[in-house]
């Protein structure tokens, strides 16, 4: 994890941040460090590719990290520190396939459910990240499952809520 750290940018000393340093910084095999200007963010994505988990804590931005799209895109997987995350194409993505998901209530325990994640349950995990990257990328064509695709299905979901909710204005505008 490269990142805004507390007592810089992110104003919140008290949060999942400010504990994750105090659990991880330091421990080996671990990266979790400030953003350094010897290390801009070519530097952070080769880290990231040549890693097999890669930290989604939260901080920083309310609610969703492009963090996410970068160890995914990046064949890692995610370890998500964040329990008021917006997932996107939740409703058609099974985040469990390929990610691991930590109660912020949990964060000391981040290093040892890492480290202790069988081979097997880790292979899974990295094929599943492989298979989810046509999630999370648009093609020049559409294509079934990629993230255009997704996000029609997300929208007309939405529509069908509509249709049969109060707010139908924009259903039937006027």
């Known amino acids: ?3 805004v750290l507390p007592g810089q940018q992110d104003r919140n ?3 999942v941040r400010s504990e994750l340093w105090k659990h991880i910084r330091g421990q080996d095999q671990m990266v979790f460090e400030e953003l350094e200007e010897e290390c801009d963010r ?9 890693s097999q988990f890669c930290l989604i804590a939260n901080g920083g931005v309310e609610g969703w990290s492009l963090r996410l799209y970068d160890s995914v895109m990046l ?6 520190v964040a329990d008021d995350i917006e997932l996107p194409y939740l409703t ?18 981040v290093a ?3 480290r202790h994640a069988s081979k097997t349950r880790l292979t899974a995990k990295q094929i599943a990240v492989a298979e989810a990257m ?9 294509t079934e499952g990629d993230a255009f695709d997704l996000l029609l299905k997300e929208l007309h979901l939405r529509l ?13 505008p006027t």
């Open 1 to 3: 994890f490269r990142g």
């Open 13 to 15: 000393p008290w949060g």
């Open 42 to 50: 070519n530097c952070t994505r080769k880290e990231m590719l040549q």
């Open 75 to 80: 064949g890692c997987i995610p370890v998500i």
């Open 92 to 109: 058609t993505i099974d985040y469990s396939k390929f990610s691991l998901k930590i109660l912020e209530s949990k964060v000391d325990q």
């Open 112 to 114: 040892d459910m890492v």
């Open 134 to 142: 046509n999630h999370f990328t648009y093609h020049d064509k559409w």
């Open 160 to 172: 069908r809520f509509f249709r049969n909710s109060p707010y139908r204005f924009w259903t039937n």
